[in-house]
């Protein structure tokens, strides 16, 4: 059994990207049914919470007794505070990243921008689509992308090579947006490392989604202007969002902070 863990333990960042491809594909399929519409929506929702529930298991209650080590990362959700706090950070990395993108393509080829522009059917479609993207989605792919392949592993200058030979792999499944999947897999990984709970990673991914779709609704309402490149895929904010994401950072890490030190103080 030993030399079977052995031998399986350098594979698991492998094993986990196939079995979240798997996943991610699967629970696809519907949405690619145009013929089904909301019901195709509601399919996936469903597929996708079965992938949760069935990696919750694997990760809960196999993978600590294949390598021990797993059980040093915590599966236990954080304080509410927390979770909003990182929510209210999430925007302004959001830009961040979208920014550095933007600058490390324009190294390589010019970058054709163009207004962004939507429609109410458009809308429409992204807002049914951000429940998948917001709520269900980052859950599964952080399970799979950062828990299930790093935490095997004891040593942190090991977990931070599978950190990148997964954001890598994250990337690859975006295609188009590969530099930017990728720069968003590694800060989710680290941070996963870092604080040694998934549910962070978790937050700070749906709260990227979560600021992609309301950049959606924001230029839909006409309250500014976004650029857009479609390859790959960067949307650059205006300057009234970059200020706003400053200060939302600020809130979220003053939430954090000062409820955390109130906490000491009382224990």
């Known amino acids: 059994m030993n030399k079977l863990v052995s031998l399986l333990k350098p594979l698991m960042p492998i094993l986990a990207a196939a ?8 629970t696809a ?24 529930g069935l990696t919750l298991f694997l990760v809960h209650r196999v ?6 080590t797993a059980s040093e990362f915590q599966i236990k959700a954080p304080k509410s505070f927390v979770i909003v706090g990182l929510l209210l950070m999430t925007p302004l990395w959001f830009v961040a990243k979208e920014y550095i993108v933007y600058g490390l393509t324009q190294l390589v080829y010019p970058v054709q921008l163009e207004q962004l522009t939507y429609s109410t059917s458009e809308l429409r479609e992204d807002l049914m689509s951000s429940v998948h993207a917001v709520l269900l989605a980052p859950v599964l792919e952080e399970l799979c992308f950062r828990q299930m392949a790093i935490s095997p592993f004891r040593r942190r200058g090991a977990q931070i090579v599978v950190c990148v030979v997964m954001a890598v792999l994250f990337g690859m499944l975006h295609v188009r947006n590969f530099m930017g999947a990728f720069i ?13 709970n998934i549910w962070n990673s978790v937050a700070l991914h749906a709260g990227c989604n979560l600021t992609a779709t309301l950049l959606a609704v924001y230029c839909w309402l006409g309250l500014g202007e976004l650029q857009i490149a479609k390859t790959p895929v960067i949307i650059l904010p205006d ?29």
Do not use: H, Q
């Open 19 to 26: 079995y979240g491809t798997a996943l991610i594909y699967v």
């Open 29 to 52: 399929l519907p949405i690619d049914s145009n013929s089904l519409g909301f019901s195709g929506e509601l399919l996936s929702w469903l597929l996708t919470l079965a992938g949760i």
């Open 63 to 68: 993978e600590p007794r294949l390598f021990p």
């Open 184 to 196: 968003d897999a590694l800060f989710y990984g680290l941070v996963f490392i870092w604080s040694r």
């Open 239 to 267: 300057a009234k969002v970059i200020i706003a994401s400053a200060v939302l950072f600020a809130l979220g890490f003053m939430l954090i902070k000062t409820t955390r030190g109130s906490k000491e103080m009382i224990e």
